[in-house]
């Protein structure tokens, strides 16, 4: 059984803004004063517009910074970087002209503007990624396709890179090397390390060939965004400067995503009304580590009233209802992604949420699903290393019960535990929300996110 993490208030985990840098330099530095100050000012002011400081119209209307901004995966994608790629975009749409170059959307138009950004879609494949020859085949179309279209965009003046597919910062190091812009490289996931992790990657030849196409273009960014310190650790181990690293958690939405009763529309139409409902709500991949909650069920049987219920799409959906059938373990139901709107009834009908990492991947990626438990208000057992970020948070902030990764019988007996009673799940449930009003939502990243585009807005214009 996990012992229990109950550790007062939430800490303090992030230190204050960093100092202005010139790019490659390390060194800081102030705005100088000469012919690109009115650019630099204005820049400014679009930033103190967004975080609600009063400014003169002139200001606001003033030329805005071009951000090209370069993933496979945004709206309408339910994967996890599509959904917070698009809420950041939309968010810096704000004070910034945004164009997003992304793969194919079957029936949506190849160029369209949705909520102040422009989306440009390139023609690329969509199988079904479960299989790697068939996600291969989705990322070297992408890729393609993408090169052609950012080389001949118009011009910006920042480049904003995430990491689908992994290797898409070679192609946007070339991108601002053609328009000698900024490159931010954000990253939510390290690679090939993780796949060799995973068993997923096992050629040696194939890993090393990845690295030569990813480290020199994180070594090479102005800016690199990592959502965790023990991933920063693991960015530096590639070679990259500490100096050019800035550690931005992801995040929740804490007004979209609210508590509500367990009792509510959505537990009622699935009959949830009266069990003590374990859930885990997000990605069903490999890094999730699900086989074990799984088979925990077969060590609960005798509890009359328990539900584990497994809400996603990914990689490992079909494999894993394969393995509840072979294990008859009738109290797991695997369900569908649900819609965003319905997240705060279906996040709140569990009593405590399941967010599980695969041993050995502490800051190679962080559960980005754990935000919205916090906004809902609900307690977490975190089946993961004690280094990675996910058990930090729960540690920190005293919203949960950790317990070793791929251990069924451990995760058993935290999920017993509760359910018995032996923890304080609405004091749990409390902080959890506590922090994510304080720290996790997303005008609290988005202010840093503005904060590292400033850094480099500023010393571009120079």
């Given at each position: 059984?996990?012992?229990?993490?109950?550790?007062?208030?939430?800490?303090?985990?992030?230190?204050?803004?960093?100092?202005?840098?010139?790019?490659?330099?390390?060194?800081?530095?102030?705005?100088?004063?000469?012919?690109?100050?009115?650019?630099?000012?204005?820049?400014?002011?679009?930033?103190?517009?967004?975080?609600?400081?009063?400014?003169?119209?002139?200001?606001?209307?003033?030329?805005?910074?071009?951000?090209?901004?370069?993933?496979?995966?945004?709206?309408?994608?339910v994967?996890?970087?599509?959904?917070?790629l698009?809420?950041l975009?939309e968010?810096?749409?704000?004070?910034?002209?945004?164009?997003?170059?992304?793969?194919a959307?079957?029936?949506?138009?190849?160029?369209?503007?949705?909520?102040?950004?422009?989306?440009?879609?390139?023609?690329?494949?969509?199988?079904?990624?479960?299989?790697?020859?068939r996600?291969?085949?989705?990322?070297?179309?992408?890729?393609?396709?993408?090169?052609?279209?950012?080389?001949?965009t118009?011009?910006?003046?920042?480049?904003?890179?995430m990491?689908?597919?992994?290797?898409?910062?070679?192609?946007?190091?070339?991108?601002?090397?053609?328009?000698?812009?900024?490159?931010?490289?954000?990253?939510?996931?390290?690679?090939?390390?993780i796949?060799?992790?995973?068993?997923?990657?096992?050629?040696?030849?194939?890993?090393?060939?990845?690295r030569?196409?990813?480290?020199?273009?994180?070594?090479?960014?102005?800016?690199?965004?990592?959502?965790?310190?023990?991933?920063?650790r693991?960015?530096?181990?590639?070679?990259?400067?500490?100096?050019?690293?800035?550690?931005?958690?992801n995040?929740?939405?804490?007004?979209?995503?609210?508590?509500?009763?367990?009792?509510?529309?959505?537990?009622?139409?699935?009959?949830?009304?009266?069990?003590?409902?374990?859930?885990?709500?997000g990605?069903?991949?490999?890094?999730q580590?699900?086989?074990?909650?799984?088979?925990?069920?077969?060590?609960?049987?005798?509890?009359?009233?328990?539900?584990?219920?497994?809400?996603?799409?990914?990689?490992?959906?079909?494999?894993?209802?394969?393995?509840?059938?072979?294990?008859?373990?009738?109290?797991?139901?695997?369900?569908?992604?649900?819609?965003?709107?319905?997240?705060?009834?279906?996040?709140?009908?569990?009593?405590?949420?399941?967010?599980?990492?695969?041993?050995?991947l502490?800051?190679?990626?962080?559960?980005?699903?754990?935000?919205?438990?916090?906004?809902?208000?609900?307690?977490?057992?975190?089946?993961?290393?004690?280094?990675?970020?996910?058990a930090?948070?729960?540690?920190?902030?005293?919203?949960?019960?950790?317990?070793?990764?791929?251990?069924?019988?451990a995760l058993?007996?935290?999920?017993?535990?509760?359910?018995?009673?032996?923890?304080?799940?609405?004091?749990?449930?409390?902080?959890?929300?506590?922090?994510?009003e304080?720290?996790?939502?997303?005008?609290i990243?988005?202010?840093?996110?503005?904060?590292?585009?400033?850094?480099?807005?500023?010393?571009?214009?120079?």
């Amino acid at each position: 059984m996990g012992d229990v993490l109950q550790r007062g208030p939430t800490a303090e985990l992030h230190g204050a803004s960093p100092e202005r840098l010139h790019l490659g330099e390390g060194a800081a530095a102030e705005p100088r004063i000469g012919t690109d100050d009115s650019e630099v000012a204005h820049r400014h002011c679009v930033r103190l517009a967004w975080l609600g400081e009063p400014l003169s119209s002139l200001a606001v209307m003033a030329a805005r910074t071009r951000l090209l901004v370069l993933n496979q995966y945004y709206w309408p994608g339910v994967e996890a970087t599509a959904n917070l790629l698009t809420e950041l975009c939309e968010a810096l749409g704000e004070t910034h002209d945004v164009t997003v170059i992304t793969g194919a959307s079957p029936g949506l138009p190849a160029r369209q503007v949705r909520n102040g950004v422009e989306i440009v879609r390139v023609r690329s494949t969509t199988f079904d990624r479960s299989r790697l020859f068939r996600r291969a085949l989705n990322y070297v179309s992408y890729v393609v396709g993408l090169g052609w279209r950012a080389m001949f965009t118009r011009r910006p003046d920042l480049v904003v890179s995430m990491t689908d597919p992994p290797f898409i910062g070679s192609i946007a190091r070339a991108v601002a090397a053609r328009f000698r812009v900024p490159l931010l490289i954000v990253m939510q996931d390290v690679f090939p390390e993780i796949a060799v992790k995973l068993g997923r990657l096992k050629s040696p030849v194939s890993a090393r060939l990845l690295r030569l196409l990813i480290d020199p273009s994180l070594r090479a960014a102005d800016r690199v965004v990592v959502i965790g310190q023990t991933m920063k650790r693991r960015v530096e181990e590639k070679g990259v400067s500490g100096q050019r690293i800035r550690v931005i958690p992801n995040w929740g939405d804490v007004v979209g995503v609210v508590p509500m009763p367990h009792e509510n529309e959505w537990s009622r139409r699935h009959r949830l009304t009266k069990r003590f409902v374990v859930m885990h709500s997000g990605n069903i991949g490999h890094a999730q580590n699900l086989d074990a909650l799984v088979r925990a069920a077969t060590f609960l049987r005798d509890l009359d009233d328990l539900a584990v219920v497994i809400i996603g799409t990914g990689a490992r959906r079909a494999q894993l209802i394969q393995l509840a059938r072979l294990l008859e373990t009738d109290k797991v139901e695997i369900l569908p992604f649900q819609e965003r709107s319905i997240l705060s009834q279906s996040l709140s009908t569990a009593d405590v949420h399941v967010v599980g990492l695969a041993k050995g991947l502490a800051g190679y990626v962080v559960p980005s699903r754990l935000y919205g438990i916090l906004a809902a208000g609900r307690p977490v057992i975190a089946a993961t290393d004690p280094e990675s970020e996910t058990a930090q948070l729960v540690a920190e902030v005293g919203c949960g019960v950790l317990v070793p990764p791929g251990n069924p019988l451990a995760l058993a007996g935290a999920i017993r535990a509760a359910h018995d009673g032996e923890y304080d799940l609405v004091e749990m449930g409390r902080r959890a929300r506590a922090f994510a009003e304080a720290e996790g939502d997303r005008s609290i990243a988005v202010r840093r996110y503005l904060d590292v585009l400033g850094e480099l807005e500023a010393a571009g214009a120079r």
